[in-house]
């Protein structure tokens, strides 16, 4: 499954730190000929950059407001021009408030996250999809970064929530359209995982049965599920049985169940990560 990596251009965005970073390892490990890296950390980045030209790779970075349509098809072209096409995408930036729904601001907290978290994939993926879709010289993979939060509704998560379940709509309609459009070169995987200890999620609590994800362990989950072609990959497994248990269960019992597995409680005591909350 290297295959799909071996000789690849990669673009991971939200790649300066955390899981994103990790992704960029793991591509350079495993043989890609191009890694381009976007993030609005260039310090980090570059950091980043300089390791991984270590393995041969070489290597990119792109400081990119995902935020930012024109910046987003600014980047894309620069990438095209410098290191082509990507043929495996990896949508990794994201943002998240934890708060009640009425202390989110409506631009810096509300419209930054649907922009960040929900339309940057889309965009992104809408300005590249063209020539990948067009190059069936060699497998494609777009790896989307969503969340548990995307299966199951959470006091103190509204916005993140919201537009994390909007990513996996679309990301697995998308994964539909290519089946019956017949476009076999290209698998989508949505990756929703619990929480993972990025910092992002400082002070979150997992419910039970729930252990916090180690970036590690969630990168390698997904990693593998996107080399595979898996369509979505759940972490840990209690994130795919809670989501199953609410669809057959009345929602007001699901209620009770959720309190009762401090699903309902496990953001009480967020604080998040100092500074810009990214992942």
Same mark, same amino acid.
């Given at each position: 499954m290297n295959d799909i990596i071996r000789?690849?251009?990669? =673009?991971?965005?939200?790649?300066? *730190?955390?899981?994103?970073?990790? +992704?960029?390892? *793991?591509?350079?490990?495993?043989?890609?000929?191009?890694?381009? =890296?976007?993030?609005?950390?260039?310090?980090?980045a570059n950091e980043l950059a300089a390791e991984l030209e270590k393995h041969g790779t070489k290597v990119r970075v792109y400081v990119v407001d995902v935020s930012d349509l024109d910046a987003i098809e600014a980047g894309a072209a620069q990438?095209?021009?410098?290191?082509?096409?990507?043929?495996v995408l990896i949508n990794n930036a994201g943002i998240v408030k934890g708060a009640a729904f009425w202390e989110h601001d409506q631009r810096r907290d509300i419209d930054a996250t649907i922009r960040i978290n929900t339309l940057?994939?889309?965009?992104?993926?809408?300005? =590249?999809l063209p020539e990948m879709m067009a190059d069936t010289s060699r497998p494609k993979r777009i790896l989307n970064i969503v969340s548990a939060? &995307?299966?199951?509704?959470?006091?103190? /998560?509204?916005?993140?929530?919201?537009?994390k379940w909007a990513v996996l709509g679309w990301s697995e309609s998308l994964r539909l359209e290519f089946v019956k459009h017949r476009v076999?070169?290209?698998a989508v995987t949505s990756f929703c995982p619990s929480y993972v200890s990025t910092g992002m999620f400082e002070?979150?609590?997992?419910?039970?049965?729930?252990?916090? =994800?180690?970036?590690?362990?969630?990168?390698? &989950?997904?990693?593998?599920? /996107?080399?595979?072609?898996?369509?979505?990959?759940?972490?840990?497994?209690?994130?795919? +049985?809670?989501? &199953?248990? *609410?669809?057959?269960?009345?929602?007001?019992?699901?209620d009770v169940v959720a309190e009762r597995m401090g699903v309902y409680s496990s953001m009480d005591k967020f604080v998040g990560r100092t500074g810009a909350n990214q992942r």
């Open positions: 000789g690849a251009t990669v =673009l991971v965005t939200g790649a300066a *730190r955390g899981m994103g970073a990790i +992704f960029a390892r *793991r591509a350079a490990e495993d043989g890609a000929a191009a890694i381009a =890296l976007w993030d609005i950390d260039e310090a980090r990438v095209r021009a410098e290191i082509g096409v990507p043929d940057a994939p889309m965009w992104l993926t809408r300005d =590249l939060a &995307a299966t199951l509704p959470n006091p103190g /998560m509204s916005v993140y929530a919201a537009s076999d070169h290209i002070g979150a609590r997992g419910p039970m049965l729930t252990p916090i =994800l180690t970036p590690e362990t969630a990168t390698q &989950a997904a990693w593998s599920g /996107m080399l595979s072609g898996k369509p979505i990959v759940m972490k840990p497994w209690t994130v795919k +049985f809670a989501m &199953a248990l *609410r669809g057959v269960l009345p929602t007001r019992a699901w």
